[in-house]
């Protein structure tokens, strides 16, 4: 045993504390019943296979949305209190301004 400095404890003191300490203790429990049914249970499933995609009829290809337009927002800017939209146009090769109501390419542009 040490403290500060080592201090000379009789050994039949420590053996005699041990053995009340263990004749003190409270009597073991007994062992768990385990039901191991439980470990056989699946717990992931793996995802179905992808599903094939179906043709698609001419009808539903003429309904299907527009192509989106080509433009980068380069900026925003205003004029007279308005705002404007600066946009690049790649499949022109031009810069456009517009403001809100304006229409661009068969679109009118709702919101700056």
């Known amino acids: ?40 249970a699946s717990i992931w499933n793996p995802p179905p296979p992808p599903a094939k995609p179906q043709r698609q009829s001419n009808q539903r290809r003429s309904r299907s949305k527009p192509k989106p337009m080509p433009l980068q927002l380069v900026g925003i800017t205003h004029r007279d209190g308005e705002l404007f939209a600066v946009l690049y146009d790649s499949d022109q090769d031009r810069i456009a301004t517009l403001a809100e109501g304006t229409s661009y390419g068969g679109r009118e542009i709702a919101l700056v």
């Open 1 to 40: 045993m040490w403290a500060w400095a080592p201090v000379e404890v009789p050994i039949d003191d420590v053996r005699a504390i041990s053995d009340a300490a263990e004749r003190d203790l409270p009597p073991a429990p007994p062992p768990l019943a385990i039901d191991t049914r439980s470990f056989e």
